[in-house]
């Protein structure tokens, strides 16, 4: 499990129908102790993603490190402390050949989530 702290960039574009934003953050331990990492996703929001106002289609790169990366898409619900998963796509150095899934569970720390990937 790592937990990842994010910020939307603008979060203006999360009160807005039919955008693209994108966020950015750090990766740290399950302990939440050692930065491992950085990520960086794009999201696009609206109608034109098919799915409503209030979900993005994101498409996200987590980069360890040591190198490593690993990518992620995901419908991701925009509501506040909401679980969501996401598809893991691909990954590099260790991690290639990895696929499976991603769980992103809320912490009491808004823009904070636990993920675990099986």
């Known amino acids: 499990?790592?937990?990842?702290?994010?910020?939307?960039?603008?979060?203006s574009a999360l009160h807005l129908a039919d955008t693209s934003?994108?966020?950015?953050g750090t990766i740290r331990d399950a302990d939440n102790a050692a930065q491992v990492g950085t990520f960086s996703q794009q999201c696009r929001k609206g109608p034109a993603s098919g799915l409503g106002s209030q979900t993005a289609v994101c498409a996200?790169?987590?980069?360890?490190?040591?190198?490593?990366?690993i990518t992620l898409s995901a419908v991701w619900p925009l509501a506040s402390?909401?679980?969501?998963?996401?598809?893991v796509t691909a990954g590099t150095l260790?991690?290639?050949?990895?696929a499976g899934s991603a769980r992103?569970?809320?912490?009491a720390t808004a823009g904070v989530y636990h993920v675990d990937f099986s």
């Open 81 to 87: 402390n909401t679980a969501f998963d996401a598809v």
């Open 60 to 69: 996200g790169v987590y980069k360890f490190t040591d190198g490593d990366q």
């Open 21 to 24: 934003f994108g966020s950015f």
């Open 104 to 107: 992103f569970t809320p912490t």
């Open 94 to 98: 260790r991690y290639e050949g990895i």
């Open 1 to 11: 499990m790592v937990t990842f702290e994010g910020v939307n960039q603008p979060r």
